[in-house]
């Protein structure tokens, strides 16, 4: 079981080049430190760079300048190879979007990410035991065509935390449920970080999600501004 992990992001700047275009600079020096087994939640208006930061630290993309290490490692030190295994061993991704593979079912999209190491009992028992964990248990067998938007979504938390990963990534994890289930799925993420003792950090435009983080950060103009109603920021 995890620890958690600590990361770190210093001085990142973040832009997009289009061919013909203007640049984008979506962030500009941000700095944000997370401590292993936090909760905290990122919010901002569309296009201020939150799912950017997020991509940032699971090692999806790399900054132009500045740093993101997680746990003392500098990401932009590791070759392919090591961020690749990064992204599989240590980072859980949850999606608004669940990504589920169709033809397979519950608990073999739950498998996906094993597969690169090699699926044993121990792993194939977790799996069964988070979707047991998540509600899911007697749908295991069940393709995703044949369940609701809120229970593929609890899949997809499952498979992000079948490889036993320090830190949970989620980018808007509840933009497609409806009240109820948004909620069921926050609480099935907080009871999950208190749990598995991962570092969790949500992307959200949900005042309610991002009311239940034990932190909350905004980004504004592509840069860490205090958030709304008194909530501590960053160190």
């Given at each position: 079981?995890?620890?958690?992990?600590?990361?770190?992001?210093?001085g990142v700047t973040r832009t997009f080049r289009v061919p013909g275009g203007v640049p984008v600079e979506v962030l500009r020096g941000v700095d944000l430190r997370v401590a292993a087994g936090e909760s905290v939640a990122v919010t901002g208006p569309s296009g201020s760079g939150k799912t950017t930061l997020l991509q940032l630290i699971g090692a999806l993309d790399a900054p132009d300048a500045g740093e993101v290490r997680v746990n003392g490692r500098a990401l932009d030190a590791l070759d392919e190879a090591?961020?690749?295994?990064?992204?599989?061993?240590?980072?859980?991704?949850?999606f608004q979007a669940h990504h589920l593979l169709p033809q397979l079912n519950a608990l073999e999209n739950v498998l996906v990410p094993v597969w690169a190491s090699g699926v044993d009992d121990r792993l194939r028992e977790r799996a069964a035991h988070l979707l047991g964990r998540v509600g899911l248990?007697?749908?295991?067998?069940?393709?995703p065509g044949q369940l609701s938007g809120g229970e593929r979504q609890r899949v997809a938390v499952a498979r992000a935390l079948v490889m036993e990963p320090g830190l949970v990534l989620a980018?808007?994890?509840?933009?497609?449920?409806d009240q109820a289930a948004a909620q069921a799925l926050v609480d099935l993420l907080l009871d999950l970080n208190r749990e598995e003792r991962a570092t969790l950090i949500v992307v959200t435009h949900s005042e309610?999600?991002?009311?239940?983080?034990?932190?909350r950060v905004e980004l504004?103009?592509?840069?860490?501004?205090?958030a709304a109603c008194g909530v501590e920021i960053i160190d």
């Open positions: 079981m995890s620890d958690g992990a600590d990361v770190r992001v210093e090591e961020r690749l295994r990064f992204r599989n061993r240590e980072v859980g991704f949850v248990g007697d749908r295991m067998t069940r393709f980018d808007e994890p509840t933009g497609a449920l309610l999600c991002a009311q239940r983080m034990g932190r504004k103009g592509g840069t860490v501004k205090p």
